[in-house]
């Protein structure tokens, strides 16, 4: 249990505590109050105040945190501004993070996934430079007997050197190409002798392993690779290129994630592999058993995935206060606090819902459903 407990607890603690400190960072830029600094919710465990008065601590319940402004009634940074003009002095008011420009308060509130964000870039980055990438070029060294692959054209010897569009620059891509993507054919751009081809491969969906000993649903298409000419090409990054491969794979993993959503919300993905804490337990404990590389690499996809969940449009998440602040742009003044509230509600039984679906689907990934 402790193997699964220990790297998920520090999984949560890194980019959480990356997520709130965006949140610090601009809001200490700009001037703006802080009062407490939170890794988790429910009862505190442990904390200090810092010279500023802010209240730094660990909670109970590690799975979120938040950072809560002066002025504000609630951690979700709701506050009355008529009972704010009331109640705090002109000097005070200097502090409020609802006073302030609207300009501000969004950078405030983007901060949280833009760090998480900028921790991947910064994770990729260190092993592209430090550790190397993978260029090996994917040869397709067996198709399948009636397979998709072999339905769709593909053929052995093949160099393949694109998947919907996305260039393969790695043996290691394709996998993740394949399983990423989201249409029901998948385009694929090969190299066959002097000419190159667009074959479209329709996959199909079974049951196979995620190279951790889950059982998963995977798209298929019949396909074993090999090197190209047996050549294994494994390259240390300069700083320019480290990057440059970083922000793409930032990027990559966003816009499928994105795609992916899009996909469950029309009914085209496979919901049950969307998965809750307890599933990033259990993965976090299992990827900890390759290595300290495997882990960060892990903690990179996680800090994504945080800093686009939380750029949904919904009330209770920033994307939901974006969304205020958006109206308030268009509108030329704030949303009443009775509306806000409202969206709040109903951004409470979205989150709720979609934390019990998550819940069902961990606890039937672990039998207790089957």
């Known amino acids: 249990m402790l193997t ?12 959480v505590f990356i997520h709130e400190y965006g949140h610090y960072w601009f809001a200490k830029r700009y001037g703006v109050g802080v009062t407490d600094f939170s890794i988790g919710f429910g009862k505190e465990l442990f904390g200090w105040n810092d010279k500023s008065g802010t209240r730094w601590k660990l909670c109970a319940i590690p799975l979120g945190g938040y950072v809560k402004f002066f002025g ?14 009331d109640k705090y002095s002109e000097e005070e008011q200097k502090k409020l993070f609802t006073l302030k420009p609207l300009y501000q ?10 760090a998480n964000f900028l921790l991947a870039l910064v994770i990729f980055f260190s092993i592209y430079t430090f550790v190397g990438k993978d260029f090996t070029p994917a040869v397709i060294n067996e198709v399948q007997k009636e397979s ?28 993740k ?19 190159e081809l667009i074959l479209k491969v329709k996959p199909i ?13 995977k798209r298929m298409v019949g396909i074993k690779l090999g090197a190209y000419n047996n050549k294994v090409n494994h390259v240390k990054l300069g700083p ?16 499928s994630s994105l795609k992916y959503i899009g996909g469950m919300i029309v009914g085209k993905a496979d919901t049950s592999q969307l998965g809750g804490p307890i599933r990033i337990a259990k993965i976090s404990g ?4 390759f290595g300290v590389l495997a882990f960060i690499s892990m903690m990179a996809y996680i800090s994504i995935s945080l800093g686009l969940i939380n750029l949904f449009p919904i009330p209770m998440l920033d994307g939901g206060h974006l969304m205020f602040y958006a109206f308030e742009k268009i509108l030329g003044r704030p949303l009443t606090q009775k509306t806000q509230e409202g969206f709040f509600r109903i951004g409470m039984f979205l989150l709720l819902s979609l934390m019990f679906f998550t819940t069902f689907n961990d606890l039937k990934d672990l039998g207790l459903f089957n």
Request: proline share 3%; aromatic share 10%.
């Open 105 to 114: 308060r969004t950078l405030i509130v983007f901060g949280g996934p833009l």
């Open 286 to 289: 299992q990827v900890a058993t």
């Open 205 to 217: 969906i079974v049951e196979g392993d995620d190279g951790l000993g889950n059982k998963i649903n």
């Open 4 to 15: 699964y407990i220990i790297p998920f607890l520090i999984l949560i603690l890194v980019v």
């Open 72 to 85: 504000d009634r609630n951690v979700y940074s709701q506050s009355d501004h008529q009972e704010i003009l």
């Open 148 to 175: 998709p692959a072999m339905t769709g054209g593909l053929n052995n010897g093949d160099i393949i050197l694109e998947i919907d569009g996305n260039k393969v620059k790695s043996i290691m891509e394709v996998s």
């Open 177 to 195: 190409f394949i399983t990423m993507s989201t249409g029901d054919f998948i385009d694929f751009k090969v190299k066959r002798s002097y000419e």
């Open 240 to 255: 320019t290129k480290a990057l440059y491969h970083a922000a793409n794979e930032v990027y990559f993993v966003s816009i």
